[in-house]
């Protein structure tokens, strides 16, 4: 006998309670995925550093809004919701009212963090879906190898070290800050 299981739509994913849909999960094509491992504290200082980072800039010229792992609708019949570590989409892009539960749509920049339990493959798939759903950058930072990985829709990935510098191209022009300062332990440093 099989077992049929249904898939949820992203309204009906909302509404689960944090037992059954901890905060951690995505909804990958109708079915439920949780995090195999909480982060480790590097992860939750590195997005936050990125996202204040990114804020300062972008509230300053008023271009949108940086979110940090809000839930944005990628796919429809089955539903997929995404939520990257750290994201920005463009003013014009932002409904007129109140935010909505989940944006539709993939962010115009998204920032995944490794953690450890990023596996490789899955990690490049959500990569290759926020490009071929709208997405028109992605940094993939690695605080293991101190390294951030560019990703623009048809073009080669370019991975940046400490003495790069991480650019906002076309995405956020302008927006210019050095790999080093985002890996940076400034608590370790002398005053």
Not at 112 to 121: F, G, L, T
Not at 126 to 137: D, E, H, M, N, P
Request: proline residues 8%; negative net charge.
């Amino acid at each position: 006998m099989t077992t049929l299981q249904k898939l949820l739509t992203a309204e009906e994913y909302a509404t689960l309670p944090e037992s059954i849909a901890p905060r951690d999960s995505e909804l990958i094509r109708g079915v439920i995925c949780v995090r195999e491992a909480p982060p480790v504290p590097d992860h939750g200082w590195i997005a936050n550093k990125i996202g204040h980072l990114l804020y300062e800039f972008v509230a300053s010229r008023k271009l949108g809004v940086v979110m940090g792992d809000p839930g944005f609708v990628l796919e429809r019949d089955p539903d997929t919701v995404r939520a990257p570590d750290v994201s920005f989409v463009r003013a014009d892009r932002l409904p007129s009212e109140k935010m909505p539960t989940y944006l539709d749509g993939a962010p115009d920049l998204a920032v995944e963090v490794k953690s450890k339990s990023n596996r490789k493959r899955k990690m490049a798939e959500k990569i290759a879906q926020y490009l071929s759903t709208g997405s028109r950058l992605v940094w993939y930072v690695d605080p293991d190898r101190k390294t951030i990985t560019v990703y623009r829709p048809q073009r080669d990935p370019v991975v940046l070290n400490e003495g790069d510098h991480l650019s906002g191209y076309e995405v956020l022009p302008g927006f210019d800050c050095p790999v080093a300062e985002i890996f940076s332990r400034y608590w370790l440093t002398e005053s």
